[in-house]
């Protein structure tokens, strides 16, 4: 077991502690003082364990992304069959969105709506997260094609974007509404379009 120094289990316990702030409130709308309050550190105590705010809200969407990430992967264990790896993520924002919602919402589309060109690092994880999450999709598809699972008529490169897009979609409208009925129509065309592939 690796044991952590003290300084490195500071840094822990400040992204975890802010990665709720910067979803909830953005990169813009949280405040250092929103930081040291949430924390009970310093401004000095912040910036000697992160360069700036920029820095921080980076690898706090990392957390927040990274907590996704390993969700998705712990559900996908041991499954061979691409129709039951795309359902993975049907199932996980079906089931999870009430929680997601009030952590703030999606941190991917959360982050790359807030940041843009206010925050180029923290829009370049968000563009790289988007891409690991486009690619695995991809992936997945093509090779469902190639096993023959899949239709060979399919664009895989097409249906990971309408299939990312549909989940952010959903996620958007049922948070904006206050409606989960929104993202749960959107995860019914994905799965219309799963089959609609499947030989």
Same mark, same amino acid.
């Given at each position: 077991?690796?044991?952590?120094?003290?300084?490195?289990?500071?840094?822990?316990?400040?992204?975890?502690?802010?990665?709720?702030?910067?979803?909830?409130?953005?990169?813009?709308?949280?405040?250092?003082?929103?930081?040291?309050?949430?924390?009970?550190?310093?401004?000095?105590?912040?910036?000697?364990?992160?360069?700036?705010?920029? #820095?921080?809200? &980076?690898? *706090? @969407?990392?957390?927040? /992304?990274?907590?996704?990430?390993?969700?998705?992967?712990?559900? %996908?264990?041991?499954?061979?069959?691409?129709?039951?790896?795309?359902?993975?993520?049907?199932?996980?924002?079906?089931?999870?969105?009430?929680?997601?919602?009030?952590?703030?919402?999606?941190?991917?589309?959360?982050?790359?709506?807030?940041?843009?060109?206010?925050?180029?690092?923290?829009?370049?994880?968000?563009?790289?997260?988007?891409?690991?999450?486009?690619?695995?999709?991809?992936?997945?598809?093509?090779?469902?094609?190639?096993?023959?699972?899949?239709?060979? #008529?399919?664009? &895989?490169? *097409? @249906?990971?974007?309408? /299939?990312?897009?549909?989940?952010?979609?959903?996620?958007?409208? %049922?948070?904006?509404?206050?409606?989960?009925?929104?993202?749960?129509?959107?995860?019914?065309?994905?799965?219309?379009?799963?089959?609609?592939?499947?030989?």
């Amino acid at each position: 077991m690796q044991f952590k120094t003290k300084a490195e289990r500071t840094r822990q316990f400040i992204i975890e502690t802010t990665a709720p702030i910067f979803n909830m409130k953005g990169y813009e709308g949280t405040s250092i003082s929103d930081i040291t309050a949430a924390t009970g550190l310093t401004k000095g105590s912040i910036y000697g364990n992160f360069k700036d705010k920029e #820095e921080l809200a &980076a690898v *706090a @969407f990392d957390y927040n /992304f990274g907590k996704i990430r390993t969700e998705i992967v712990n559900r %996908s264990l041991g499954l061979k069959d691409p129709v039951e790896q795309l359902l993975v993520y049907v199932d996980f924002y079906g089931e999870v969105f009430d929680k997601i919602y009030v952590a703030g919402g999606c941190p991917l589309l959360n982050s790359a709506v807030d940041t843009d060109d206010s925050n180029s690092e923290l829009f370049e994880r968000v563009q790289k997260a988007m891409l690991e999450w486009h690619t695995h999709i991809f992936k997945i598809v093509t090779y469902g094609i190639r096993k023959e699972i899949f239709s060979t #008529e399919t664009n &895989a490169a *097409a @249906f990971a974007d309408q /299939f990312v897009s549909l989940i952010e979609g959903g996620m958007l409208l %049922s948070k904006t509404f206050k409606n989960k009925k929104h993202l749960n129509a959107c995860l019914d065309l994905i799965r219309k379009m799963i089959r609609e592939i499947t030989n």
